[in-house]
């Protein structure tokens, strides 16, 4: 996931919009913390691959982590008895 870096160097900034790009029946697998200012912070292994990095168009204040994306197999509600 690429996001605006932090003094942390796992630890990256999104904002809260960009979690509509998110592919359907998917969602981020990591505790996001919201940061009161549309943003969100989250923490992953970060990206330091060479032929990994090469592949992404940064900004200098951005960087890139691994975090899992997983299906969503649940939908919220449960069967009446």
């Given at each position: 996931?690429?996001?605006w870096?932090t003094?942390t160097?796992?630890?990256?900034?999104?904002?809260?919009?960009l979690?509509g790009?998110?592919?359907p029946?998917t969602f981020?697998?990591a505790?996001?913390?919201d940061?009161g200012?549309g943003?969100f912070?989250?923490?992953?292994?970060p990206?330091?691959?060479?032929?990994?990095?090469?592949?992404?168009t940064?900004e200098?204040?951005?960087?890139?982590?691994?975090?899992?994306?997983?299906r969503?197999?649940f939908?919220?509600g449960?069967?009446?008895?």
């Amino acid at each position: 996931m690429l996001g605006w870096k932090t003094p942390t160097p796992e630890t990256i900034e999104i904002p809260h919009l960009l979690l509509g790009f998110a592919e359907p029946d998917t969602f981020i697998g990591a505790a996001m913390t919201d940061t009161g200012r549309g943003t969100f912070t989250l923490t992953g292994r970060p990206i330091t691959e060479p032929d990994t990095l090469d592949q992404l168009t940064m900004e200098s204040y951005e960087t890139a982590i691994e975090v899992p994306k997983n299906r969503r197999a649940f939908y919220g509600g449960t069967e009446e008895d």
